[in-house]
């Protein structure tokens, strides 16, 4: 199966909600956080009102017709927030789609998009224990930024 990355379309913008509750790392063993934990203000920022300011960009990858996957920045003071200037980014796959590279093509993409507008950095922010995303945002050129103990918010240089 292949995949193809595109922009998000304004009628798609819902299913961020839906990739940002994928996009909470969830320890092996435990349960996965209740729903509502998407309505707190620390996890509307990624969402609420996305696509009217300048800096939103979002893209999706898609397979077979369906969108498996959403990656997407705005300037927000998030988890992954340095400051005013640099956005932060959130991707998520399908559980069925992990694995596959398509994280690494898709990330790579707003990465490429993102440059492409002119922004100077993008951040980020990761559990420590989530390792498989932490070595992929490394081989992409992150950097951990501040070290909080359980989770990096980690930066990579686009200029």
């Given at each position: 199966m292949q995949v193809c990355v595109r922009e998000l379309r304004r009628e798609e913008i819902?299913?961020?909600?839906?990739?940002?509750?994928?996009s909470?790392?969830?320890?092996?063993?435990?349960?996965p956080?209740?729903?509502e934990i998407l309505d707190t203000p620390e996890f509307?920022?990624?969402?609420?009102?996305?696509?009217k300011e300048p800096h939103d960009c979002a893209l999706v990858a898609e397979a077979e017709g369906q969108v498996v996957g959403a990656a997407?920045?705005?300037?927000?003071?998030?988890?992954?927030?340095?400051?005013?200037?640099?956005?932060?980014?959130?991707?998520?796959?399908?559980?069925s789609c992990r694995g596959q590279g398509w994280g690494e093509q898709l990330l790579q993409s707003l990465l490429e998009l993102l440059?492409?507008?002119g922004e100077?950095?993008?951040?980020?922010?990761?559990?420590?224990?989530?390792?498989?995303?932490?070595?992929?945002?490394?081989?992409?050129?992150?950097?951990?930024?501040?070290?909080?103990?359980e989770e990096y918010v980690m930066r990579k240089e686009l200029r």
């Open positions: 819902p299913l961020l909600r839906e990739f940002l509750y994928l909470i790392f969830v320890p092996e063993g435990q349960p956080l209740p729903r509307q920022v990624y969402v609420r009102n996305f696509g997407w920045a705005r300037i927000m003071e998030d988890y992954g927030h340095l400051d005013e200037h640099t956005p932060s980014l959130a991707i998520a796959l399908l559980p440059q492409a507008r100077s950095g993008v951040s980020l922010s990761v559990q420590r224990e989530n390792r498989r995303a932490v070595n992929l945002y490394r081989k992409l050129g992150f950097a951990v930024a501040v070290d909080k103990g």
